[in-house]
């Protein structure tokens, strides 16, 4: 149903591609620019297509001749400890699936972000990073499971409220020390440098009684083009975070601009309420979980002779499919009303005009689709889309 629903959304957002450029933008986009973002978009929904029908025809492959089954029975040649298969059993897919999606992702940085001058790094930095994110997914994820499999020798079909609050101290730690510690393996952070740009944000942060201790610039420019800023980190762990593309693209006013919208993120609370959210939604997913672990059904769903936890997980994760899109879907109106009130927030204490030039300039230079379909926006954009937010800022 998802991969139904995701094609014709796609089909839709492209037909919505309009030649016209918005009356807003035209000073950010000449002719050309703007017919290369369309073919920016278009590039980017074909390789999304292939990889989708190559990613979901895999699955059903896999589905229909019992590979999952046999991958369940050959990894229990080496073990019969739960841990240790459960370990080998999703690694092996982990390792295939990594394989497998290798070549789209390979097209997507070196073939189409390299034609439209977006990829600053070399095949070298592309696979330390890989080795680097497959290590923490080793480490992290691997840890976890063992833990959560653990947990369910333990307790039985009671273990979800155990698991769910294990999952989400780790969701804690990872929020607070994302910047801190999981940044800074691929990326350089360095504190904003004194100067006439620290002086304006000092200046700015003072008014609205923020504290700085945290506010870093980042060499994004060492893989892209694309310009950027995020805010991140809970209690005494918050960090703002500039992209050095962003400082290099952008005027100072537009600049503390883009600020005052992430620190809008922060006096809303956002990063806290959406982490909030997510505990109860992992809370529910596990409750869900509980009540069907161990049940046959689910072991002989794909040709299994015994049931088993990470079988269980497995055939959990496609059942839970429609709700997932469900929850997403909730999760990304939720984002987008977040977004809204970070710029209203910049608009107040900062005002609207150096926020829109920022948004303007981001949206060009990052090449974005200015022209998304309602519907694809709805399903996907945990952002509004750029014309909307320039709507909004202009209103009172």
């Given at each position: ?25 035209r ?7 703007y ?6 978009a278009?590039?980017?929904?074909q ?15 896999v ?7 046999w ?5 229990r ?45 070399g095949l ?8 680097k ?38 969701s ?31 200046t ?5 009684s ?19 800023a ?17 400082i ?16 809008g993120?922060?006096?809303?609370n ?20 509980g ?81 998304p ?24």
């Amino acid at each position: 149903m998802e991969f139904g629903l995701g094609r014709i959304l796609e089909f839709l957002n492209m037909s919505s591609l309009d030649e016209r450029i918005p009356d807003e933008m035209r000073d950010y986009y000449g002719e050309k620019k703007y017919a290369k973002s369309q073919e920016y978009a278009k590039a980017n929904s074909q390789i999304e297509l292939v990889s989708s029908i190559a990613s979901t025809g895999a699955i059903l492959l896999v589905l229909f001749v019992g590979g999952f089954a046999w991958l369940d029975k050959f990894v229990r040649q080496f073990s019969d400890h739960d841990i240790a298969v459960g370990l080998l059993f999703f690694g092996i897919i982990f390792v295939v699936s990594d394989i497998l999606s290798l070549p789209f992702r390979l097209y997507q940085v070196f073939v189409i972000e390299n034609r439209f001058g977006f990829n600053k790094m070399g095949l070298q930095t592309f696979f330390v990073d890989k080795f680097k994110g497959v290590l923490l997914a080793v480490l992290f994820g691997g840890g976890l499971l063992a833990t959560l499999i653990w947990i369910y020798q333990m307790m039985g079909n009671s273990f979800w409220w155990i698991a769910w609050l294990t999952v989400s101290a780790v969701s804690l730690f990872l929020a607070s020390f994302y910047t801190s510690i999981f940044v800074p393996l691929f990326n350089q952070l360095a504190p904003l440098p004194e100067g006439n740009l620290r002086s304006q944000i000092e200046t700015y942060a003072g008014s609205v009684s923020f504290p700085l201790d945290n506010i870093y610039v980042m060499d994004g420019s060492k893989r892209s083009a694309k310009a950027n800023a995020y805010f991140s980190g809970l209690a005494g762990k918050k960090s703002i975070v500039l992209y050095d593309t962003l400082i290099e693209q952008h005027a100072e006013e537009e600049l503390v601009a883009v600020l005052a919208h992430e620190v809008g993120h922060y006096k809303r609370n956002h990063v806290l309420k959406s982490m909030l959210i997510s505990i109860l939604q992992m809370g529910l997913i596990f409750f869900i979980l509980g009540q069907l672990l161990g049940n046959e059904l689910l072991a002989s769903a794909l040709g299994a002779e015994k049931s088993s936890f990470h079988l269980g997980i497995l055939v959990f994760s496609f059942l839970f499919s429609p709700i997932s899109l469900v929850t997403g879907v909730l999760l990304n109106l939720y984002s987008r009303k977040n977004e809204y009130e970070a710029d209203a927030f910049a608009k107040e204490t900062y005002g609207a005009e150096h926020l829109a030039v920022a948004l303007k300039k981001l949206s060009s230079n990052n090449l974005s689709n200015l022209n998304p379909h309602p519907l694809f926006v709805f399903f996907y954009y945990s952002h509004p889309p750029l014309l909307d937010r320039l709507a909004a800022l202009k209103r009172g």
